[in-house]
């Protein structure tokens, strides 16, 4: 039986110990001096929350594939295994050997949001990695970030060796091989940076140098060589059929997010909403083989006994072969006793055939997106959900027998006006009169429930909104509180439930989505005064992080309330992701415009994606 | 068709919770295509039922689970199949068909054996089993049992039915199930008591080794009730 890293007094003293013990069915378990790489791959957040990623299965089953790599898996310890892991200085080890992530080649650790960033310094303060890249020696393991907030890495470009943008299943061998040939040839750690940042998608950030003018605005973004590139292009898998997928996915012990097995249909998304990062980043659109995904489907369920299945993708109801996937999965769930979790769909004749076959209807909810209270504002973002849409889709509904509706909308998107904020409430309230109008009072059971919540508007890079200010954490809250008061005004408020999220957080979100690298001392001064879990309500503290940019005399409206110039430097400018600038700016000028572009399938727009030779640019 | 099944829990596993137990054996049953039957409704859930759960850091050799079956399916089959399906630290012991009017684990289980020893550091510098000895010469063993919300006086020398060991290991035979539910470290925290010295909440290392029912009087293991499927 293996040896556990934390002796059985920690194990029996900190909350799930599960957490930390590995083991679990389908976990890969080589023997480590058959293997020639051992890569450590982190989701810098807790085993709940990491363990229900399907980019790092999709990743592991990747490299354990390979037979000269071990890949384990590393998350954070939550905050009472941290403290005594600190008190005791115990290294952070892997879960599948429960060996020291400083053994290991590799530690790669994977952005899925900004704040996660102290757990990213956490990991590597608990792994006993130098924090700062340059301060590492040959026999620290390389530090690679991958994951969607790579797409501008420059917060965290003092803490990475490398980054690898875009999608896992290309370039990744070619690193590996390229690391050992160094490796077999002694040559340096720095020299096989600079190799590797010759390889597509690789941004090794200490090659680069930054200057800034004044008022801090980049000045220049240079390679510090010759030989190494000036734009990274984003890897992109263009046969997402024909590519690496988990069959045999980890089982956990204990109840994680999302327990169960997922099946991502799709990659990219036809919609082009005009404040959707995803949307920008994975174009163009790649469906997977339906065939395929069947069997996918029941393999991965036969290897787990998971009981339940979701889809993945953004926009699912756009997969042009869902019906016959879902019919699939249906009839095999009620042989099997399973149960399907859907996806929020189109409320359509066939999502309210299938919602009604597979869930109670009692118990179950709509579910809309309008994002935006008025058709201007949805204009604004290109949001193409409209009233009547909607209208129709809860009248079928709630003829169907549901009587709950939820509703998401954001806050502070640019141009937005009082108007369209009463609108979101005018819409609930229009929803909720529509119920009472259709359903006669002897067939109800108690009030229809509509739940509207709203987020607040971040922009993000490669965005047509990357130019636009964000609201201050007042603007936020008085807009919440004016949408609140408009709830109450209305007619049907009875039936309505309002809730906002957390507005301190979103500012924070928005300084490190468009930071630069100037924000590395802050990282490091928030993780210094106790700041981690960020993304967790329960951990979240602002008063530490204000004083970690005081302290730095770092203004945070810089970052974020500032609107930015169309031809100021932006520090993601250096990454092309296919889409192209101009096509961004075209989309800014026809936000302001009020003018709806069309989705891809009804028209292409020339965003650049074509540039990538397949997908739904090149369909029909 | 009624089965019983037999398994044991050890190393890391011992770190995983009752809850999780039971969620484990519902994917390892399916897993390994086990012909269980569902209940019906809206939320089809497996028939099975645990005899008694196991708390966190304990080990066991005899855990028990009661299942329900749709088909039929040999002992050997159903036994290779959940050990090739299962994880380091479960194994799967026995695999038999109950008798029809077989009372379910939970509701019959009456004592349970167990093996005690100490943590390497946590040794105490007495021998615990001459004091067991001595505190169970007299009239009652009382300890103080503490709930969430009240603490009361028990004694629990009537649920201590044998006990035999050395200095290294104690062997205990205890009450358990709903009228007197004892645990070892209630027995040794007696012990320890008696001595005047508190018992470290990490010092013993405890295995289940057994758990018993009772028919016409006498204890008999779970695993005596039933046979192998042929």
């Known amino acids: 039986m293996r040896e556990t890293a934390l002796s059985e007094e920690i194990l029996l003293t900190v909350e799930k110990p599960a957490r930390y013990i590995g083991n679990e069915v389908n976990s890969v378990i080589k023997e480590k001096d058959k293997v020639k790489v051992r890569f450590a791959m982190c989701f810098p957040d807790v085993y709940e929350i990491g363990m229900s990623h399907l980019g790092i299965q999709i990743l592991y089953s990747m490299f354990n594939s390979f037979e000269d790599v071990w890949c384990e898996r590393v998350y954070s310890p939550w905050t009472d295994l941290h403290k005594i892991m600190k008190e005791k200085n115990i290294p952070l080890f892997a879960l599948e050997s429960q060996d020291p992530v400083l053994e290991f080649d590799f530690l790669g650790i994977t952005l899925q949001y900004e704040m996660c960033y102290t757990n990213v310094l956490q990991i590597l303060d608990l792994s006993h990695i130098p924090i700062y890249s340059r301060d590492r020696d040959e026999n620290c393991p390389i530090v690679i970030g991958g994951g969607p907030c790579t797409y501008n890495p420059e917060p965290l470009a003092d803490f990475f060796d490398l980054f690898y943008i875009g999608e896992g299943e290309t370039v990744y061998r070619k690193v590996i091989d390229l690391y050992l040939e160094c490796k077999e040839n002694g040559i340096s750690r720095a020299d096989f940076l600079k190799k590797a940042s010759k390889i597509g998608g690789i941004y090794v950030p200490s090659l680069y140098k930054v200057e800034y003018d004044d008022e801090g605005l980049i000045s220049s973004f240079e390679p510090i060589y010759d030989d190494v590139p000036q734009i990274i292009h984003k890897e992109i898998e263009m046969d997402i059929s024909d590519t690496y997928y988990p069959e045999k996915p980890i089982v956990p012990f204990i109840k994680v997010t999302q327990d169960r097995v997922t099946l991502e249909i799709q990659r990219g998304c036809i919609r082009g909403c005009r404040f959707c990062q995803a949307g920008m980043l994975y174009r163009p659109v790649r469906e997977r083989d339906v065939e395929l995904l069947k069997s996918y489907a029941v393999k991965m369920l036969e290897n787990t006994g998971h009981e339940e299945i979701s889809l993945s993708s953004l926009s699912s109801s756009d997969y042009t072969k869902l019906e016959e996937l879902v019919n699939f999965l249906v009839d095999y769930a009620e042989e099997k006793k399973l149960n399907i979790s859907l996806p929020s769909l189109r409320i359509d004749a066939f999502s309210l055939d299938v919602m009604s076959k597979i869930q109670d209807i009692r118990k179950s909810s709509l579910t809309f997106a309008p994002e935006a209270g008025s058709q201007r504002l949805r204009d604004v973002i290109n949001k193409g959900l409209t009233r009547e849409v909607i209208l129709e889709g809860a009248k079928e509904a709630f003829i169907g027998g549901w009587t709950r509706v939820k509703l998401y909308f954001m806050l502070g998107l640019p141009t937005e006006t009082k108007e369209d904020m009463r609108g979101i409430a005018e819409l609930c309230n229009e929803i909720a009169k529509l119920y009472y109008e259709l359903i006669p009072k002897s067939e109800r059971k108690g009030r229809v429930q509509i739940v509207a919540s709203t987020s607040f508007f971040v922009p993000k890079p490669f965005t047509p909104f990357q130019w636009a200010a964000q609201n201050s954490k007042e603007e936020f809250l008085e807009k919440a509180h004016f949408v609140n008061d408009s709830m109450h005004e209305q007619l049907n408020s009875k039936s309505i439930k309002y809730n906002y999220h957390e507005a301190d957080v979103s500012v924070l979100e928005g300084v490190f989505a468009r930071g630069d690298r100037k924000l590395s001392r802050v990282l490091i001064e928030a993780y210094k005064k106790g700041c981690l879990f960020d993304a967790w309500t329960e951990t979240f503290r602002e008063t530490p992080w204000l004083e970690a940019f005081e302290e730095c005399g770092i203004d945070m409206a810089f970052y974020t309330s500032r609107e930015r110039s169309l031809e100021e430097h932006l520090p993601w400018d250096m990454i092309d992701i296919g889409v192209t600038k101009d096509f961004l700016k075209r989309e800014w000028m026809n936000a302001v415009n009020e003018t709806v572009t069309p989705n891809c399938r009804a028209k292409c727009s020339g965003c650049g994606a074509r540039v990538f030779g397949g997908g739904v640019c090149y369909e029909g | ?230």
């Open chain 2, 1 to 230: 068709m009624k089965v019983r099944i037999k398994f044991s829990k050890e190393g890391v596993m011992k770190y995983i919770g009752h809850l999780d137990i039971m969620r484990y054996f519902q994917k390892l049953l399916r897993r390994s295509d086990i012909p269980i039957a569902y209940s019906t409704g809206m939320s089809p859930h497996q028939i099975m039922s645990f005899a008694m759960p196991l708390s966190i850091g304990v080990e066991s050799d005899g855990e028990y689970v009661d299942i329900e079956l749709t088909d039929r399916i040999t002992s050997a089959i159903a036994i290779e199949r959940l050990n090739s399906n299962n994880v380091d630290g479960i194994k799967i012991l026995s695999f038999k068909e109950l008798p029809d009017n077989a009372v379910n684990a939970m509701a019959s289980i009456c004592a349970a054996d167990y093996e005690v020893s100490f943590r390497k550091g946590y040794e105490p510098d007495f021998s615990c089993i001459r004091i067991l000895e001595e505190i169970y010469a007299g009239d009652k063993i009382e300890i103080l049992k503490k709930t969430k919300k009240s603490e009361s006086i028990v004694d629990i020398k009537p649920g201590i039915f044998s006990f035999e060991g050395d200095d290294k290991i104690i062997k205990l035979c205890v009450s358990c199930g709903s009228v007197l539910n004892i645990k070892p470290e209630m027995v040794l925290g007696a012990v320890y008591s008696k001595m005047n010295s508190e018992l470290n909440e990490f010092a013993l290392l405890i295995r289940r080794k057994e758990i018993y029912t009772e028919t016409e009087g006498t204890r008999i293991s779970l695993n005596m009730i039933g046979a192998d499927i042929l």
